[in-house]
Each structure stands twice: as structure tokens, then as C-alpha cells.
């Protein structure tokens, strides 16, 4: 089946513009994730989403990052104001249930120049 | 705080040497505990999940065992094809459901 979908694979912006990335999970799956995975780093946390419930957004770097997940589906994650420090693959993942395997999609590669 | 890491950073054997990748962790409650192998420009692919200590399991040349400190990846006879970088990752008992993910192992599996 249809694994986890991004868009777009990379983007080139300029320092201080606005960005949005978007995630298509796998079909019935619940939770979604955002991860970031910046040159010489582990992948690191940035937002989950429940079903309906309130996102964990204990993860999120700073005011400038933030997302939304429109009925229990697409998510996007928006950076406003983008920093060069901000360049990196930026990694969605999804699973059925919490707690269960969480299947990644292929990445947006962010450059901020 | 919940604390993965790998070892070796890199690794590399002729094809049909085994070797072992490292996983060392430290959590507060173990829910979890996954392995995944990334090649370059793609997003991570699931290999196993281990839950508890003395737990293994198997996928062709790859075998993920788990202690309460450690898990190991045993790749038996590798392959080229095997050369990608390998990632290990926990799931907290306490909290959210995110992952916590080591900085990898790069294998290079030489013909």
C-alpha cells in the first residue's frame, strides 16, 4: 500500500520567509510525527498529533515552528521567519495507534540561504 | 533524561565479514526499542522492535537482540547491498510516544 507522502522534497528559501511542509500519512493511521534531522545530528522531535486530541508540541524549537493536522489526515508543519539554522531534512511519520512501529515518509530537504 | 547511543560511528567490512552495531541506552521505562536503516536522501525504514530484555528477532542477514543496557544488530555475512547507516531509537514509558533516536552507525559493506 501507499507508504507516507511528503511535499515538497526540497525547498530553497531565502533568510526571514515563510515555509510550509506537508505530510500525507498512511491511510487509518492515528498519530503523527514530525521529526528533524539537521547535518551531523540524530533525529530529533518536534510535534505529535492524536487523533483529536491536543498535540505534544514539546518538541517544537521556537515560537517561529508550528503545525496543524486538518481532519486527522494532512498535517503541515510551518516555519515563519525562516533562520539558516533551520536548514535540515524535515521527517514525518506515522503509525497506527500510539506506541506502535512508526513508518517514516522520504523527507523535505530545507535550504534557507 | 532518555539517552541513546551508537557505536561505532562508522563501520566497514568485506562483504561476508560479520560484525555487530551497538546500541546503549538509558530510559525511564522502556516501551520500546526499534532499529531502522536509512540510505542517503531517503527517510528511515523500519527493520524490528524489541520490547523486553532477552528478546530477538530476525530478518534475513540482520539480528537485533536486547539487554536492559544494550541492543545489539548482528549482521551475519553482509552483503553490499547491507551498506546503508543504521539507526537505533527508544520509546519512553513515561510521557508522549515520540522517539528518541542515537546518531547512527554508517556500515560500508565492501565486494
Known amino acids: 500500500g501507499a507508504g507516507v507522502s511528503q511535499s515538497p522534497s526540497n525547498k530553497v528559501t531565502e533568510k526571514g520567509k515563510d515555509v510550509e511542509l506537508r505530510c500525507d500519512p498512511i491511510?487509518?493511521?492515528?498519530?503523527l510525527y514530525w521529526y528533524r534531522q539537521s547535518l551531523g545530528q540524530g533525529l530529533e522531535f518536534l510535534i505529535y498529533?492524536?487523533?483529536?486530541?491536543?498535540?505534544?508540541k514539546s518538541g517544537l524549537p521556537s515560537d517561529r515552528f508550528s503545525a496543524e493536522r486538518t481532519g486527522g489526515s494532512v498535517s503541515t508543519l510551518t516555519i515563519q521567519r525562516t533562520q539558516q539554522e533551520d536548514s535540515a531534512v524535515y521527517l514525518c511519520?506515522?503509525?497506527?495507534?500510539?506506541?506502535?512501529?512508526?513508518?517514516f515518509g522520504p523527507g523535505t530537504r530545507l535550504l534557507v540561504l | 533524561e532518555d539517552q541513546v547511543t551508537q557505536s561505532p560511528e562508522a563501520l566497514r567490512l568485506q562483504e561476508g565479514e560479520s560484525s555487530s552495531l551497538n546500541c546503549s541506552y538509558t530510559?525511564?521505562?522502556?516501551?520500546?526499542l526499534f532499529w531502522y536503516r536509512q540510505d542517503p536522501g531517503k527517510g528511515p525504514e523500519f527493520l524490528f522492535t524489541l520490547y523486553s530484555a532477552g528478546e530477538e528477532k530476525e530478518k534475513e542477514r540482520l539480528k537485533a537482540t536486547l539487554t536492559k543496557k544494550e541492543s545489539f544488530l548482528h549482521i551475519t555475512a553482509p552483503k553490499p547491498e547491507d551498506s546503508a547507516t543504521y539507526l537505533c531509537?527508544?520509546?519512553?514509558?513515561?510521557?508522549?510516544?515520540?522517539?528518541?533516536f542515537g546518531k547512527g552507525t554508517k556500515l560500508s559493506v565492501i565486494p
Open positions: 491511510s487509518g493511521h492515528t498519530a
Open positions: 530510559v525511564s521505562g522502556l516501551r520500546g
Open positions: 531509537a527508544l520509546m519512553s514509558g513515561a510521557g508522549s510516544y515520540q522517539l528518541t
Open positions: 511519520a506515522s503509525s497506527l495507534g500510539p506506541a506502535e512501529t512508526q513508518y
Open positions: 498529533f492524536q487523533g483529536n486530541s491536543a498535540p505534544d
